[in-house]
């Protein structure tokens, strides 16, 4: 059975003080915005959820957005007080999302004085000619004076998110921003393919021919670099897009990849609790209007069936290094993995897109490059009998 009584929280700061043109997630740009409101508001939602869902230990705590460091030294302070005061967190991971040149040494203080001890920063590409296309407002140089910073504060837990495949990125350019991500010898690296999505300004610039994205062997040849790259300076890759060295794996985002249950507080943030996926309202006034009536600002729930579920536990767990393991899925579903997927787990093994060890099913290398097709092989619409 899950813990239901150890339960990790996303906490969705929406402010951004720039908006980057590839972005998709809810935020707005913070000039003029609620944000005071907002953040009691956020505590308030914490408090009518632990009324209806409590809970004796928070597991792990992230903050993200948005951008959390755009708030001010005084507004985080009211944030992460009111947070630690409310959530029943001790210890373990607790992070913040970070932009290089948001940071401050008076706010970097106050992290470190709530426990704070993770940070991710998003650095995306250091070129800065890419930096400046993709409508990022910060530059390679301010990377390392944030870094520079954030270690004379005492935070090493560290990790730096790349985009690869951006308009206009040559291979070379591409490159030289891994071989200096490498070089700063940081714990923890995320890496993602640009997505282009609707009601984005890269998509609408797409669309009317403005600026080409790399073709897809260029794309793929950067992710196969990064994996080699990787693996040379000791870095495990434990999640299709994040490598870590031993120990520094994101404790968050393994509650999500190993499907467990987690708080979305926030606007817009969503959650998990029991066989529950709920979602709040988006717009930050569509949000406040039911807290500040005493009710919370949820737009709508899924209650998962155990199909549901099990399909969950694979296209999830199959993002891990470590794949899913058979005794975990009859555990939680009473079933063995090969009664309800056999047929299919045989017919990956076969394309070579998985393999089957003693304990787990994993993709294989060529499956970590396909693997929307292999998930989509485990929903149930798509699944032999």
């Known amino acids: 059975m899950i813990n239901q009584n150890s339960i990790s929280a996303y906490i969705h700061i929406p402010f951004c003080e720039h908006i980057c043109y590839y972005c998709d997630f809810n935020k707005v740009f913070l000039k003029g ?28 705590l992230y903050i993200g957005g948005g951008t959390p460091t755009a708030l001010s030294a005084q507004q985080l302070d009211v944030l992460l007080a009111g947070v630690t005061k409310r959530l029943p967190y001790q210890s373990g991971e607790f992070t913040v999302e970070a932009n290089p040149g948001d940071l401050t040494a008076d706010k970097l203080a106050v992290l470190k004085n709530y426990g704070v001890n993770r940070l991710s920063m998003g650095v995306q590409t250091f070129d800065d000619r890419l930096l400046k296309k993709i409508g990022r407002k910060h530059t390679a140089k301010e990377v390392y004076e944030t870094l520079d910073l954030v270690a004379q504060h005492g935070f090493s837990n560290v990790s730096i998110d790349l985009i690869y495949a951006l308009p206009g990125q040559s291979l070379a350019s591409f490159r030289d921003s891994l071989n200096q991500a490498l070089a700063l010898d940081l714990p923890h690296y995320a890496l993602y393919s640009l997505i282009l999505e609707n009601k984005t300004l890269f998509m609408n610039w797409v669309r009317k021919g403005r600026f080409e994205l790399p073709e897809q062997e260029v794309e793929a040849q950067m992710f196969q670099e990064t994996m080699d790259a990787m693996k040379q300076h000791g870095y495990e890759h434990y999640e299709i897009s994040n490598f870590a060295k031993a120990g520094f794996e994101s404790q968050h985002n393994q509650v999500y990849w190993n499907n467990l249950p987690y708080y979305g507080f926030g606007a817009g943030a969503s959650g998990y609790l029991g066989n529950v996926r709920y979602k709040n309202h988006g717009p930050i006034q569509h949000y406040l209007q039911p807290l500040k009536a005493g009710k919370l600002p949820i737009i709508e729930r899924e209650i998962l ?81």
């Open 33 to 60: 915005q609620p944000v005071d409101d907002y953040l009691q508001a956020l505590l308030k939602e914490i408090e009518l959820t632990l009324e209806q869902q409590p809970v004796t230990e928070t597991k792990t």
């Open 305 to 385: 069936t155990v199909e549901n579920q099990m399909e969950e536990e694979l296209f999830l767990g199959l993002r891990k290094q470590a794949g899913v393991s058979y005794a975990t899925f009859a555990q939680r579903f009473g079933k063995s993995l090969t009664s309800v997927y056999g047929a299919v787990i045989d017919e990956l093994v076969t394309a070579g897109l998985l393999t089957k060890t003693e304990t787990s099913i994993q993709l294989t290398d060529a499956g970590v490059f396909r693997g929307n097709d292999v998930f989509e092989r485990f929903l149930f619409d798509h699944k032999q009998s």
